[in-house]
Nanobody, 121 residues
Framework: QVQLVESGGGLVQAGGSLRLSCAAT??????????MGWFHRAPGKQRELVAH???????NYAYYVKGRFTISRDNAKNAVYLQLNSLKPEDTAVYYC?????????????WGPGTQVTVSS
């Protein structure tokens, strides 16, 4: 059993920063998280990939957050983080943590419930 829980969302002014955290609670053993990532869903839009990081630390970002957001992970803690800098009102969304388990069907198969990020102008 795997549960992901996000924290760190909130209300911030444009230009400000937030740090999102995602902790995984794991029961059982014999697997690991391959890729871990952050998605967001803005009001009225579909969920989109913001950034992901592989087990070895290779990162990839959506073009519109490059240079502003930084994803990192701690494999020992089964945790992933997203540092959000230079926030813009259009970054307002629910942010979801996701993980690809090594025993899953492939792709992101575990999701957190989401945390709201609101950026005021």
């Amino acid at each position: 059993q795997v549960q992901l829980v996000e924290s760190g969302g909130g209300l911030v002014q444009a230009g400000g920063s937030l740090r999102l955290s995602c902790a995984a609670t794991v029961s059982g053993s014999g697997f690991r998280f391959n890729a871990m990532g952050w998605f967001h869903r803005a009001p009225g839009k579909q969920r989109e990939l913001v950034a992901h990081v592989s087990y070895d630390g290779t990162t990839n970002y959506a073009y519109y957050v490059k240079g502003r957001f930084t994803i990192s992970r701690d494999n020992a803690k089964n945790a992933v983080y997203l540092q959000l800098n230079s926030l813009k009102p259009e970054d307002t969304a629910v942010y979801y943590c996701a993980a690809e388990t090594s025993t899953g069907p492939g792709g992101f198969d575990k999701w957190g419930p989401g945390t709201q990020v609101t950026v005021s102008s």
